[in-house]
């Protein structure tokens, strides 16, 4: 009688492998982050110097790489804009004519099938990069929340309006999923769905992404609106809310580091759960690969695998691109 656990057995071949492989990164699961900015130079295209790989790209070169991208299989990507200009309340956010209303509309026109998933935060309008509203009373100063809710809500509502098939909203204001939907649903677009940051942890993660969206706050830090890392079940109360607003994605974001909270979140909802892995996670294998410390495709694809095994079902990462075109996933 056989006496222990012979696991070997379905790891002799590949194909044995395969056969019982649980989970998989396919490329319909895979969202690719682009930064459009708004200038007349056409060919500007700036690589970010911390994400390797990454650009700052004018909107005729996002035209050339998108096109590449999707002639490779891209099916998603969400859009960050870096604007002309910025003030105080964040106007190039939400203005009709702003970077990111101009390349959805491009994106729809050109590939009609491509999702195009927009990013709904004021942090790379303003001029003092927070994600809402300032206040100062006694030399005190705060992010209101109420007041940048209806700000918010007009952002979602342009980007709809010029064809966006979801809005992302990732500056963790209270109630701005709500705001959001009302607003969509009174302009006509009951049927655009909101992909909420939901669970969006004070993460030093996203300091290259502040490079290359510009978006550093100039004083102080996102403290007092994203999440503690230390806690877990906060990330619970978090995504109820959002799911009570009648959001129809709950995004947990960073991924890698966070991979209990992917977890717990697909196990408590039913909603579908995207994760976020973000600039840093990205740069530092990056980093290593670069120095040929570790094999970063094998590494990159084995977070990403980790990422979906915790639970999610979509991910926004910046190795889409690369990986689609060398055909890592398909
Ligand atoms: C905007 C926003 C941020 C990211 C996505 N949307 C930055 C932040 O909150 O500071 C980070 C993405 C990344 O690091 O790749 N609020």
Not at 133 to 159: F, I, M, P, Q
Not at 173 to 192: H, K, Q, S, T
Not at 203 to 218: D, K, M
Request: net charge negative; with cysteine.
């Amino acid at each position: 009688m056989a006496d222990f656990f012979r696991g070997r057995r379905l790891r002799r071949t590949a194909a044995l492998r395969e056969l019982v492989r649980e989970n998989e990164v396919r490329a319909q699961d895979l969202i690719m982050p682009y930064f459009v900015v708004d200038t007349d130079d056409a060919s500007f295209r700036k690589p970010i110097g911390s994400m390797p790989g990454q650009y700052q790209l004018s909107l005729q070169e996002f035209e050339k790489q998108v096109g590449a991208a999707v002639k490779n299989g891209l099916r998603s990507v969400i859009l960050f804009g870096i604007p002309k200009t910025k003030d105080g309340v964040g106007s190039e956010g939400y203005a009709d004519d702003g970077i990111v209303q101009k390349a959805v509309r491009l994106c729809k026109q050109r590939w009609p099938e491509l999702v195009v998933v927009t990013d709904v935060c004021l942090c790379e309008y303003t001029d003092h990069g927070h994600c809402g509203l300032l206040r100062k009373e006694n030399g005190e100063v705060t992010v209101e929340n109420d007041a940048t809710l209806t700000l918010l809500a007009r952002t979602a509502v342009s980007h709809a309006k010029a064809g966006a098939d979801i809005v992302a909203p990732s500056d963790m204001m209270d109630g701005r999923v709500l705001a959001i939907r009302e607003a969509l649903d009174e302009a006509g677009f009951d049927n655009i769905p909101v992909m909420s940051y939901a669970v969006k942890y004070a993460s030093a993660f996203y300091g290259p992404f502040r490079e290359a969206a510009e978006s550093a706050p100039q004083s102080g830090d996102r403290k007092s609106y994203q999440m503690d890392p230390a806690n877990s079940r906060e990330a619970l109360r978090e995504a109820t809310a959002d799911v009570l607003e009648e959001a129809d994605f709950l995004m947990v974001k960073p991924a890698g580091p966070y991979l209990d909270i992917i977890r717990m979140v697909r196990d408590e909802f039913d909603l579908p759960v995207a994760a976020y892995q973000v600039s840093g996670e990205y740069s530092m294998i990056m980093a290593a690969a670069q120095n040929g410390w570790i094999n970063g495709d094998a590494v990159a694809m084995e977070s990403l695998l980790g990422i979906k095994r915790a639970g999610a079902d979509l991910i926004i990462s910046y190795f889409t691109e690369d990986f689609l075109a060398r055909g890592l996933v398909k």
